[in-house]
């Protein structure tokens, strides 16, 4: 019997086609300048740092930096090839079977996947309605004696929704008075116009979740981590993978971009701002689309086609394959309404745009009706 064929590897034909992409489908941020932090890896490179291990516990001066740059001066700074090793770290020091772990759909699910390794389960809030946030409320009444961890991912990911200060407080005093962690991912927090912390108000329970992979521009070089309060941050750390250490190349990378960013950063925040309203301008006119969350607080948002009856996934594949423009569909972000949406990156040249806003029309066209039309969820509270 002849095989089957393998099913299309979006990622596979992305990667082989790297430099014909227009790459907006993993947040990834195209606008951070270059320079600085090739100069230190070229350095790095040349004094052949590759050859010895590096500083186990991490350069100080890149734990430093990354303490500054959220003025949390009392946690420890823990370095990973990512915040996504972070994250498998702590949901694995910090959970186990039968727990439970209040977060969201749509989500970031690689965090949930992880929580499920933990032998634990995530409780799922719809947010895919208005106000397209947890609401202090609505984490209230989820709590269960089997709670351990409240997930606060601000900004969200796919959505772009961020949270007030109130909320942000209310949640934390919400997770403290359970005794629950409180984990606050804050991955593209640098795009928010106004961010609060959770820490502040819950630093004993509060893991907060960091990452130069979306503001830095960094996301090849894969560093990231967590800041802590000695004790929590102890408790996680025993699950340490990278005993030798991250990526001498990773560290000198990060070091350059966090000594940059302050200065880098605004410009950076302008052109995602202007790419979004562009977007948002043309969207007026696609008849059958709409953004549920704008504008966004992070360096992506979804574009729901449900009531125009496409395929996200059908439409994404049209986007990549005809106008080489890469997009990432809802079914990797939400198992309740990753049918409605395709979510889209814009930290990129104003040119990548241009290519969007022309293939985006055309590929609606080309793939409507490959679904049924769906009804808008009922707004949450
Ligand atoms: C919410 C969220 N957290 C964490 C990560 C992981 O980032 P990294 O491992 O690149 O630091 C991502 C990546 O997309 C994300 O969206």
Request: charged share 25%.
């Amino acid at each position: 019997m002849p095989a089957s064929p393998a099913p299309f590897d979006a990622f596979r034909y992305a990667h082989d086609h790297y430099h014909e992409t227009v790459w907006m489908s993993q947040n990834t941020n195209h606008l951070f300048p270059t320079a600085g932090v090739e100069a230190a890896v070229r350095k790095a490179m040349e004094e052949k740092r590759y050859q010895g291990y590096p500083y186990a516990p991490g350069d100080p001066k890149l734990k430093a930096l990354v303490r500054t740059d959220f003025g949390l001066p009392d946690t420890e700074v823990g370095l990973a090839s990512g915040g996504t090793e972070a994250l498998y770290m702590l949901t694995r020091a910090l959970l186990g079977p039968g727990d439970e772990v209040i977060a969201s759909d749509p989500s970031y699910l690689i965090i949930h996947k992880f929580v499920e390794l933990a032998g634990a389960r995530t409780v799922n809030l719809p947010l895919y309605a208005p106000p397209n946030r947890m609401t202090p409320d609505r984490v209230n009444e989820a709590i269960t004696p089997r709670t351990r961890m409240v997930l606060l991912i601000d900004p969200l990911n796919p959505l772009g929704s961020g949270y007030p200060k109130e909320d942000v407080r209310a949640i934390a005093e919400i997770a403290k008075d359970h005794k629950l962690v409180l984990l606050n991912d804050t991955t593209y927090r640098d795009f928010s116009e106004s961010h609060t912390l959770a820490h502040p108000f819950y630093p004993e329970g509060t893991v907060t979740v960091w990452s130069v992979s979306k503001n830095c521009g960094l996301a090849g070089i894969r560093m990231g981590g967590l800041l802590a309060r000695k004790e929590l941050y102890d408790k996680i750390w025993r699950f340490n993978t990278n005993d030798l250490g991250v990526n001498v190349f990773a560290q000198a990378a990060a070091v350059a971009a966090l000594e940059e960013k302050p200065k880098a950063f605004p410009s950076v925040v302008r052109q995602s701002r202007e790419n979004q309203r562009r977007i948002h301008e043309a969207a007026q006119g696609w008849k059958g689309v709409s953004l549920p969350v704008y504008p966004s607080q992070g360096n992506m948002f979804v574009l729901d086609v449900a009531e125009r009856g496409v395929d996200p996934e059908a439409l994404q594949k049209e986007l990549l394959l005809k106008h080489g423009v890469f997009l990432r569909a809802g079914n990797y972000l939400s198992p309740g309404f990753g049918k409605r949406f395709i979510r889209a990156s814009f930290s990129n040249v104003p040119k990548d745009i241009d290519r969007f806003l022309e293939a985006f029309p055309l590929a609606l066209e080309a793939t409507s009706g490959t679904s049924p039309k769906l009804v808008a969820p009922a707004a949450g509270r």
